[in-house]
Structure formats: structure tokens, C-alpha cells
């Protein structure tokens, strides 16, 4: 099985993608996606279709796993970040993934036994859960990582080590 995690953003987009082989577990890809502000809307978006579509193809991913968004202080971020959760809902439909959504607190409980932690504490617990990540990762990829893991623990046949 294989598992990719989105945190989507307009300027930033993380991701992480894990392959689970019986109990093992892998990390095959993780970083981000830079969408240049400079960039119209309708750029960015084509480009955020583009770079997952590549992601699902090449690593021949079967699930996607997204936190839920939630109406921070600008409700224009918060629909725009409806474009890009519809193109992963698009791209899940187009290659029959199996999606996972997780509300963010659900996310941090998951990961570090607290829904209100905050981003470090979410950071800290995913570098000690996946010790062989490059350290200093953008919020976004950890994040990213994060949602991943919820999305692995969701699965059936629970794993018992990273390789």
C-alpha cells in the first residue's frame, strides 16, 4: 500500500508518501510544493494538478489522506484552499483512491496525545517517529507527514516500525 499526505496551500503545499509492505513502513518522497504568489490563481492551480497528478502516477499511490480545513481569520483563504482540496478530490476520483480526512485536532492528538499541540510539538513527535527525515522540514511538510501517519494508523494492519 501506498499513502500520500497533503497539506495544501497556495503558497506552500507539503507532502509525504510512505509504501507499507506487511509491517514495514517507508518514507519514498517527502517535501514541497512552491506556487509563486506572482502567479495567477489559475496558474497556481493547474500547477498544484500537475505535481500530484506526477506524485500519484509515479509512486502508484492508492490512498490520500487530507486534514479538514477550518475558517481561520480570512475566509478568502479559506475558499481558495477549497480549489485546491477539490483538485486532490478530483484526482482521488480519477485514480479510485481511498481518501481519509482528518480534522486538524484530531491530526495533533493522534500524533503527539494532545488536539491542541502546536506545530513544533506536531514537528517534534513526527522527527522521532520517522528518524531518518532531514531535519528542519517546513511546517507544511510535517504537517503533511503528520496527516500521513493518520492515514497509515487508519488502515487495518497496523504497523510496528519504520524502515
Same mark, same amino acid.
Not at 95 to 100: A, G, M, P
Given at each position: ?7 495544501p496551500?497556495?503558497?506552500? @503545499?507539503?507532502?509525504?508518501? !510512505? ?5 514495514r513502513?517507508s518514507i519514498?518522497d517527502?517535501g ?12 497556481? =492551480? ?5 505535481f ?5 502516477k509515479t ?6 489522506? $487530507?486534514? =479538514?480545513?477550518?475558517l ?8 481558495k484552499?477549497g ?9 482521488t476520483?480519477t ?6 480526512e482528518? @480534522?486538524?485536532?484530531?491530526?495533533k492528538?493522534?500524533? =503527539?496525545g494532545?488536539? !491542541? ?13 520517522l ?8 511546517d507544511?511538510?510535517?504537517? @503533511? $507527514?503528520a496527516v ?6 487508519q488502515q487495518?494492519?497496523?504497523y510496528?516500525?519504520f524502515?
Open positions: 500500500m501506498i499513502i500520500l499526505g497533503v497539506d496551500g497556495f503558497r506552500f @503545499a507539503g507532502f509525504g508518501v !510512505a509504501k507499507k509492505e506487511g509491517t513502513v519514498i517527502y514541497f510544493l512552491r506556487l509563486q504568489p506572482t502567479k495567477s490563481l489559475i496558474e497556481r =492551480t493547474g500547477l498544484f494538478h500537475s500530484f497528478d506526477e506524485k500519484i509512486h502508484g499511490v492508492a490512498h490520500l489522506s $487530507l486534514e =479538514t480545513p477550518f481561520g481569520k480570512n475566509p478568502q483563504n479559506f475558499m484552499l480549489y485546491l482540496r477539490g483538485i486532490l478530490y478530483l484526482l476520483n485514480y479510485k483512491l481511498e481518501l481519509n482528518f @480534522a486538524p485536532r484530531q491530526v492528538s493522534a500524533i =503527539t494532545s488536539g !491542541a499541540a502546536s506545530k513544533e510539538q506536531v514537528a517534534r513527535v513526527v522527527y522521532q517517529l528518524p531518518r527525515l532531514k531535519k528542519d522540514q517546513r507544511d511538510v510535517t504537517d @503533511a $507527514l500521513m501517519l493518520c492515514g497509515l494508523w487495518k494492519n497496523p510496528h516500525m524502515k
